[in-house]
């Protein structure tokens, strides 16, 4: 019996059956920079920056304020033909913020709808450049590039993608950068598959900066350079999905520029608002979007009702003008170092803790029975783990966690707010080592 009849009307996204149906889920009411309260009163600390959304941390009143006012002097107008100033305004924030070049932005809600509109920009530039054949997308396993039907066969995590069954053709996934190296090595797998389905089908490479699929996937270096050199070759658009990474999660404005990665295109959402409204968007070269433009049909052809909403467009230049003014990015170089310190030495003092791995805000830590003795979680086991023992241990340790088990080990992904600072990443050590402390003798 559900222990709060209410949950019965919501269905939630990725939640266990088990979970759902017994109402064991958190409610949560309140938030103040890097912190929760549910509706009992009990405090939790944010540890995934709610969904690697809310950089600015949480309780913002000036961002609140922005969006209200915004609200009271025009709640809504599309971008269809038209467009508001906030809208403008943002979007040339976002440009001047934006890599070298990246200067035309397009708006959306999501970050699968990001992801689809790129696809569908790749698409129609190519058929500008009587290319109307490379039309196909290769992507790498273990991604996650949303859940709509385009954004779906672009992720490569089997367990998500086969329920859905058969997913749009064109698309294909090539090894992502796990075990490698050597950047060109890792690279070179997707120039293997171009050739393999000929580079007159293939429209478009897309990869994370940093994988979020898998466990926080570090990019060897010399790889993003090495698919620009490849994609260049072959007449290839290159896409970063910037969804997760973009806005400061990795120390600078966006992935690419940490990585020194050069793509065409950038996808990005959550951190654009801090998660305090809905947004996704495409940044793309000029040149190309000229070539769109100039091509028969004379537009982008795509829309989205709700791209650049004016109410979130205020949430968004709030969001970024206090990220840039209270220089936040800079937060994050600041306590990269301690962070990284602290995840490691808990793997050192928990032999549950099998591997640590990321960069700047994003890291993960992947469990196991022993790392000594090399002993993972079985499938079953790990589910278990997963579904029902740490979801309780971190609340109990007063952590909001992610636990996460794509690409086949259980790891806990850690996103923290970026303003997260000395106490809340002592906070943040001092709750993991409870949870392994507990793990230890109850998986």
Not at 39 to 50: C, I, Q, V
Request: charged share 25%.
């Amino acid at each position: 019996m559900k222990t709060r009849p209410y949950l019965d009307h919501l269905l939630l996204s990725f939640t266990s059956a088990k979970n759902w149906r017994e109402g064991n889920i958190p409610v949560i009411v309140r938030g103040e920079g890097c912190y929760l309260w549910d509706e009992a009163g009990e405090r939790y600390l944010d540890t995934l920056a709610g969904l690697f959304c809310c950089q600015i941390g949480h309780g913002r009143a000036d961002i609140a304020a922005a969006m209200a006012k915004q609200a009271e002097q025009l709640a809504f107008f599309p971008s269809w033909s038209s467009t508001t100033p906030v809208t403008l305004e943002a979007a040339s924030l976002i440009a001047e913020l934006s890599p070298e070049d990246m200067d035309a932005v397009f708006f959306v809600s999501s970050g699968s709808e990001a992801n689809e509109a790129a696809f569908k920009f790749v698409r129609q530039y190519h058929r500008a450049k009587g290319q109307p054949t490379k039309t196909g997308v290769i992507a790498r396993r273990d991604a996650y590039h949303g859940t709509s039907l385009g954004a779906l066969s672009a992720t490569g995590l089997e367990n998500i993608r086969e329920p859905f069954f058969p997913l749009l053709e064109g698309f294909s996934h090539v090894a992502n950068t796990r075990g490698y190296t050597d950047g060109k090595a890792a690279a070179g797998v997707v120039e293997e598959e171009i050739l393999r389905r000929g580079p007159e089908n293939v429209g478009m490479v897309i990869a994370e900066p940093v994988q979020n699929g898998g466990g926080a996937l570090v990019p060897p270096e010399g790889y993003w350079q090495e698919l620009r050199r490849i994609c260049d070759k072959y007449g290839v658009l290159l896409t970063a999905d910037e969804v997760i990474c973009g806005f400061g999660r990795l120390g600078a404005w966006f992935g690419s520029e940490h990585l020194d990665a050069e793509p065409d295109l950038i996808t990005f959402a959550k951190g654009a608002t801090s998660g305090y409204a809905p947004i996704g968007g495409l940044i793309a070269r000029r040149d190309l979007v000229e070539t769109v433009l100039d091509s028969p049909s004379a537009s982008f052809l795509h829309g989205a009702t709700w791209g650049g909403h004016p109410v979130v467009m205020a949430a968004a230049l709030a969001n970024l003008t206090a990220l840039r003014e209270e220089k936040v990015i800079k937060n994050v170089a600041d306590w990269e170092g301690r962070f990284e310190k602290n995840l490691w030495d808990l793997r050192a003092s928990h032999d549950v803790v099998m591997d640590v791995r990321g960069t700047g805000f994003i890291y993960a830590l992947e469990l196991g029975h022993s790392r000594k003795d090399a002993r993972g979680y079985s499938e079953e086991e790990g589910l278990r783990v997963m579904n029902e023992v740490l979801p309780r241990l971190a609340l109990d340790a007063n952590l909001y966690l992610r636990m996460d088990n794509r690409g086949g080990e259980v790891k806990i992904m850690l996103s923290p707010p970026l303003i997260a600072a000395d106490q809340e990443l002592s906070d943040l050590a001092e709750g993991l080592s409870q949870v392994f402390d507990r793990l230890a003798a109850e998986a």
